[in-house]
């Protein structure tokens, strides 16, 4: 499975940005998927999760109530939509494909990965 991740930019605070991330084949409609993200001098984190319908998800505390996860398996894709950007939410964003039909927060129950896209927030 390849991931394809999108969407990412230049945005000033308080701006909006809506990611996607398209899955190479149907393999990732039955396993849950995720977004993660990692900044300058920073290790990975966990951003937000979805399970294989849709029907539930989990966020980091941190983008919960900005942030909002959201699929379409009939076209393969995850999507992110991030509102009310703040300066700290500069960062590589990545997609990643679980390992079960599960939304986790954990890195290690992810199994694929796409290569990023870069979304900087200024102040």
């Known amino acids: 499975v390849q991931l394809q991740a999108s969407g990412g930019g230049l945005v000033q605070a308080g701006g909006s940005l809506r990611l996607s991330c398209t899955a190479s084949?149907?393999?990732?409609?039955?396993?849950?998927m995720g977004w993660f993200r990692q900044a300058p001098g920073k290790e990975r984190e966990f951003v937000a999760a979805?399970?294989?319908?849709?029907?539930?998800?989990i966020y980091a505390d941190s983008v919960k109530g900005r942030f909002t996860i959201s699929r379409d398996n009939a076209k393969n894709t995850m999507y992110l939509q991030m509102n009310r950007l703040e300066p700290e939410d500069t960062a590589v964003y990545y997609c990643?494909?679980?390992?079960?039909?599960?939304?986790?927060?954990?890195?290690?129950?992810?199994?694929?990965w796409g290569q990023g896209t870069l979304v900087t927030v200024s102040s």
């Open positions: 990643a494909v679980a390992r079960s039909s599960a939304s986790t927060r954990h890195h290690t129950g992810y199994t694929y």
């Open positions: 084949a149907r393999t990732s409609s039955n396993n849950g």
């Open positions: 979805i399970n294989w319908r849709g029907g539930s998800t």
